[in-house]
């Protein structure tokens, strides 16, 4: 069973960086697209960017498009998103999701990670 | 690139039918057959129900149905069951590897 597991909750300062991760299990290919989605407290989902897991390709909306960093490392199968001087406006719910095999739909998704940037 | 525009809120009674539209462009719902839809239930990650406009993966009630007609897409949930009430976004494709979600509709079941 493919499953996406996302790294826990994280509480920053304002102008502070972070990583978070999403890592991806029971795939057997190499090649495949994780893409990441931001959702605000009681907002709608927001498409940010995706990534190949296989050449760390990478597309980013033009909405975040110098906001984030989309990475990934193939040997441990695992996406990061990343931002180098969190705002308070990122505090938010961030999902990885995994592109479907042939189908341009995400079909896995992680449980989400939560991002809280408060002084 | 704007989001798709859905309508904030749907409902209908149980065993009744709901459907939910999603328009958008020619650069992205009219130009692709990749429109998909998500429930997401809350404090819960969405979960994909139908792809490629029509078509349901494995695991979801043939009571989950969705069309398209040109610029706009639609999502029908018939025969609405309690476990339906949910928020239900789409998605599409809108070429160069960059997708658009909707504004999401909150479907209540009365």
């Known amino acids: 069973e493919v499953q996406l597991v996302q790294s826990g909750t994280e509480v920053k300062k304002p102008g502070e960086s972070l990583k978070i991760s999403c890592k991806s299990s029971?795939?057997?290919?190499?090649?495949?697209?994780i893409g990441w989605v931001r959702q605000k407290p009681g907002k709608g989902l927001e498409y940010m960017g995706i990534?190949?897991?296989?050449?760390?390709?990478?597309t980013y909306s033009p909405s975040f498009q110098g906001q984030v960093t989309i990475s990934a490392d193939k040997s441990i199968t695992t996406a990061y998103l990343q931002w180098s001087s969190l705002k308070a406006s990122d505090t938010a719910m961030y999902y990885c999701?995994?592109?479907?095999?042939?189908?341009?739909?995400?079909?896995?998704w992680g449980q989400g990670t939560t991002v809280i940037v408060s002084s | 690139q704007s989001a798709l525009t859905q309508p904030p809120s749907a409902s209908g009674s149980p065993g009744q039918s709901v459907t939910i539209s999603c328009t958008g462009t020619?650069?992205?719902?009219?130009?692709?057959?990749?429109v998909s839809w998500y429930q997401q239930h809350p404090g819960k990650a969405p979960k994909l129900m139908i792809y490629?406009?029509?078509k349901r993966p494995s695991g979801v009630p043939d009571r989950f149905s969705g069309s398209k007609s040109g610029n706009t897409a639609s999502l029908t949930v018939s025969g609405l069951q309690a476990e339906d009430e949910a928020d239900y976004y789409c998605?599409?494709?809108?070429?160069?590897?960059?997708?658009?979600f909707g504004t999401g509709t909150k479907v209540t079941v009365l």
């Open positions: 999701a995994k592109l479907g095999d042939n189908s341009e739909a995400f079909a896995i």
């Open positions: 029971g795939y057997s290919f190499t090649s495949y697209w």
């Open positions: 990534i190949s897991l296989g050449d760390s390709d990478t």
């Open positions: 020619s650069s992205d719902v009219g130009g692709y057959k990749y």
């Open positions: 490629e406009v029509s």
């Open positions: 998605n599409s494709y809108a070429g160069s590897n960059n997708f658009v």
